[in-house]
């Protein structure tokens, strides 16, 4: 804990501490917000003299909390929990909390209202959400356009508000872990060394499942319809008419605007999963609801995921279930334009990458704290792995680092993913350098081919 080349300093409540015996700090872009933990243990402990007392006993719910690495700011958080034990020969304690972005998940977005903005910008309303907890909020990517409405539940976590918001955005929410949001892209940087195994790693765990991939993944809504003429097709004063004119004769009817708006659904189809494992999702607000969106077309559906009443249910059934048989080479997703709208397809696209995300994950364990230039790992930057046990020589996206120092010393934990796990607007959108865009993922309209 005195090495001048990696040190952790962890103050709590203006008190530096020198006597833990594990302290460890953890962020992941699964969960936003960052978290530390701190453990004491005395093994034949002595009882406090003339009124001196273990450092860890002023400690208390609340306290604030910073922590540095070589002089460098990690997180800035709150004591949440101190969970102590006493016996006869043993002291324990240990100290658990979050950074400062740990009450967005907790607590409720405006209490007092409002609660619905009209044509603001995610930025602005994010903003707003996280000015009462002194949380602030900075982009460095495209946000896309303002949002018609947003109605804000009372009852529902400012976190949970944030990230149903910026999913139709494709954009992705972090803790930069010192008191800020920061709305990104995945991977827009690359960490300064790479991952070997064997070589400069100490060692690997892994986690490959499948409970968390589907074949078919569906996102299903509804929302007001904006296409509503401004005036009632009929009054009092008027009769209707025996035929529309020539020249509305083409134009959708309100019984075709109103279908525009209320059978919504995005659908996100893995051909790499090689079964039939189907999962539907709500959409968790009104998909953003603009006229554009309400204009762009459901995605289409092939034989064998089409709606059972379009044949004998038990030809749809025994189509369903031939996964391998299934069409896989397909289209690559066109890259998204400004003037995209973002539908119910991205929020599909998501939830299909989430998964990806749950299912790949390698966790690397490195020596120190910094890289070779003697900054700290950071999360959400792109590495280079080459792993011979696990078969892995690509780039991988570092989406979670934890900070461990103890009387083991020090290291550092990454928790590496595919990089299209939180890569939220498409196949093609951008490159991230030296990446290989993986040929796994599709849409109906995607490519499941390979490419590069």
Excluded at 73 to 101: H, Q, S
Excluded at 230 to 259: F, H, R, W
Excluded at 334 to 350: E, F, N, V
Excluded at 366 to 386: E, K
């Amino acid at each position: 804990m005195t090495d001048t080349t990696d040190i952790m300093t962890v103050i709590v409540n203006n008190r530096t501490l020198t006597s833990y015996v594990t302290a460890e700090t953890m962020t992941d872009l699964m969960d936003i917000t960052g978290s530390f933990r701190i453990d004491y243990s005395d093994q034949g402990r002595l009882a406090p003299i003339e009124g001196l007392m273990p450092e860890w006993g002023p400690i208390r719910e609340n306290d604030p909390v910073t922590i540095l690495i070589n002089g460098h700011p990690v997180m800035l958080g709150w004591v949440d929990e101190v969970d102590g034990e006493i016996d006869g020969n043993m002291a324990r304690c240990e100290i658990m909390g979050r950074d400062v972005t740990g009450d967005l998940v907790d607590c409720s977005a405006n209490a007092m209202g409002p609660y619905e903005y009209r044509g603001l910008g995610l930025l602005e309303i994010v903003t707003r959400l996280c000015a009462p907890f002194g949380i602030t909020v900075t982009q460095d990517t495209d946000l896309g356009a303002p949002f018609g409405v947003v109605a804000v539940d009372p009852a529902e976590p400012v976190m949970a508000t944030i990230e149903k918001l910026s999913r139709q955005r494709g954009v992705l929410v972090t803790s930069n872990g010192i008191g800020g949001l920061v709305l990104t892209q995945a991977g827009r940087s690359r960490a300064v060394d790479s991952i070997q195994l064997p070589g400069n790693c100490l060692g690997t765990r892994f986690q490959l499942s499948s409970r968390e991939r589907y074949s078919d993944v569906y996102v299903k809504g509804q929302f007001k319809s904006l296409l509503r003429p401004a005036k009632a097709t009929l009054d009092s004063s008027v009769e209707p008419l025996a035929e529309l004119p020539p020249q509305q004769a083409s134009a959708p009817t309100p019984a075709q605007n109103e279908a525009a708006s209320i059978i919504r659904w995005g659908h996100a189809y893995d051909p790499s999963v090689g079964r039939y494992r189907p999962r539907v999702w709500l959409a968790a607000t009104q998909s953003g609801g603009s006229a554009e969106t309400q204009a762009a077309p459901n995605p289409p559906l092939d034989s064998s995921v089409e709606p059972l009443a379009a044949v004998s249910a038990g030809g749809a059934v025994a189509r369903q279930h031939q996964a391998r048989r299934r069409i896989v080479r397909r289209k690559a997703q066109k890259a998204r334009t400004d003037s995209s709208p973002w539908t119910l397809q991205d929020q599909a696209m998501w939830r299909m990458r989430s998964g990806l995300a749950l299912s790949t994950r390698r966790e690397y364990a490195m020596p120190g704290l910094t890289q070779s230039d003697g900054t700290p790992w950071r999360g959400n930057t792109i590495v280079w792995v080459n792993d011979g046990y696990g078969a892995v020589c690509a780039d991988r996206l570092i989406g979670g680092v934890g900070f461990m120092c103890g009387q083991d010393g020090v290291r550092t934990r990454l928790s590496t993913v595919d990089p299209l796990s939180y890569d939220l607007q498409g196949d093609e959108d951008g490159s991230h350098m030296g990446r290989k865009h993986a040929a796994h993922l599709s849409t109906w309209s995607g490519s499941a081919g390979k490419r590069s």
